[in-house]
């Protein structure tokens, strides 16, 4: 029999905050982290935005030694998941069994930056000057493995690298285990700090990158004239707990994770099919992990990268899984204020979902002017919007077509978490 897995912690580091608490106050309100990048390397790119994060300073997690041998993703995996481990109150070893707790972190592109900086020294200065503890620093699987050590947790360990798709399948494969009774408790997410030479030349390259120079023009999920994405840093961290496991020791729980659902398209390497029909189907089967129907869900907090060919396909795949019911849903793209935290982005989205389910409020889409003509459904324009919510949904579709639907619910059974309930503006 199917464990029920419930999420008991919540940490994250975004462009808009430092933690959880910050991020979403500064999501309800439309805030935007993105900025213009001033650094000289980037005069030749095409993309002059990134979203950024601002006053984060690794020292409040680790020493001296320690920050210099780890690289900007897993610093931000750390301090995530750190704040949600102490949000959970769990303490490995103490309430909870190291062997029966995992650790399960994804990343796109891992230490890119230490990869790139490594390069560099290779070539410009010979093999010699390359740190021992380069290869510990850039390899993807690297923040599960820190923290794991950190933590003393010594279950079910992984790393999930499918692009932008990394943290919500790395929260889907910890859900799994937890179900199945493999773990009593996983931590889980994603991780990324990409904003380089190589990394944002990689994606202007693609073209997938905006190339407007005001902020405020950069992000503009389903607007008409959208024209790409900005690229962002972050790390979110959920902790997933057996429901058992939680009641046992009298834990206050954010929500029920009720439903994953993930499949791969075989299709193209960047594009999706026109008709959506891989993302209707990530869906459904979402919905039928979840045992509910379409018309159960109230808000999705969709994929919505500001691209010409996503929003649209993702506007398509909606309407075919809910039919009418897809204009009462309220559907909003944080992406529109943290940019696109790429392997990050589905674990942060998932954050911010589970606080919208508890709070009743749905986040804005920002930057949203125009309306394109097929794309006529509510994406939440600029405005937060109080709904009663109780069953959502959150959407991460990656390049390479690797596909991932996370379904989130209340549970009047359960012992809600009254500090995570912050009241609008």
Same mark, same amino acid.
């Given at each position: ?60 997690? #680790? ?10 993703? /897993?610093? @931000? !995996?750390?301090? *995530? %998941?750190?704040? =949600? +481990? ?56 690297m923040a599960a493995s820190r923290i794991s050590i950190r933590l ?33 408790? #996983? ?10 030479? /190589?990394? @944002? !030349?990689?994606? *202007? %390259?693609?073209? =997938? +990158? ?216």
């Open positions: 029999m199917k464990k029920r897995v419930v999420i008991t912690g919540m940490g994250c580091v975004t462009p808009i905050g430092l933690d959880k608490e910050s991020t979403w106050h500064n999501a309800i309100k439309g805030v935007s982290g993105i900025r213009q990048v001033s650094n000289e390397w980037m005069e030749d790119l095409p993309v002059k935005l990134a979203a950024e994060i601002t006053g984060f300073d690794p020292l409040q997690e #680790m020493d001296v030694k320690e920050a210099r041998r780890t690289d900007r993703f /897993i610093q @931000l !995996a750390i301090a *995530a %998941a750190d704040e =949600a +481990l102490r949000d959970s109150g769990l303490i490995v070893g103490h309430n909870v069994d190291p062997m029966r707790t995992g650790v399960w972190i994804g990343s796109g592109v891992g230490g890119i930056m230490t990869f790139e900086s490594g390069m560099l020294d290779v070539l410009q200065k010979g093999f010699g000057r390359v740190s021992p503890f380069a290869l510990s620093m850039f390899l993807p699987n003393g947790a010594r279950g079910l360990t992984g790393c999930t690298v499918t692009a932008c798709a990394s943290g919500s399948q790395s929260i889907g494969g910890a859900f799994r285990a937890v179900q199945r009774g493999e773990a009593d408790v #996983m931590i889980a997410g994603g991780t990324e700090a990409p904003i380089c030479k /190589i990394g @944002l !030349a990689s994606f *202007a %390259a693609m073209r =997938a +990158l905006s190339v407007q120079t005001d902020p405020w023009q950069g992000s503009r999920p389903f607007d008409k004239n959208r024209d790409g994405f900005v690229i962002g840093e972050g790390a979110g961290i959920l902790v997933l707990e057996s429901l058992d496991h939680a009641q046992a020791r009298g834990a206050e729980i954010y929500a029920e994770l009720l439903g994953y659902g993930s499949c791969g398209e075989g299709f193209h390497i960047s594009a999706p099919r026109s008709d959506g029909s891989d993302w209707t189907r990530a869906m459904n089967l979402a919905l039928e992990d979840a045992t509910i129907d379409p018309e159960k869900i109230q808000y999705i907090n969709a994929h919505g990268t500001s691209t010409i060919l996503n929003d649209l396909t993702e506007t398509r795949a909606i309407k075919a899984v809910f039919g009418s019911h897809a204009y009462n849903v309220s559907i909003s793209s944080t992406k529109s204020m943290t940019g696109h935290l790429l392997g990050a982005s589905g674990a942060v989205e998932a954050v911010l979902s589970i606080l919208a389910l508890r709070n009743d409020i749905v986040p804005p889409t920002i930057n949203y002017v125009e309306r394109d003509e097929e794309m006529d459904l509510d994406y939440t324009p600029n405005s937060f919007k109080r709904r009663k919510l109780e069953t959502v949904m959150s959407n991460t579709f990656a390049f390479g077509g690797h596909n991932a639907v996370l379904i989130f619910g209340k549970n009047q059974h359960l012992i809600p978490r009254s500090d995570c309930l912050y009241d609008a503006p």
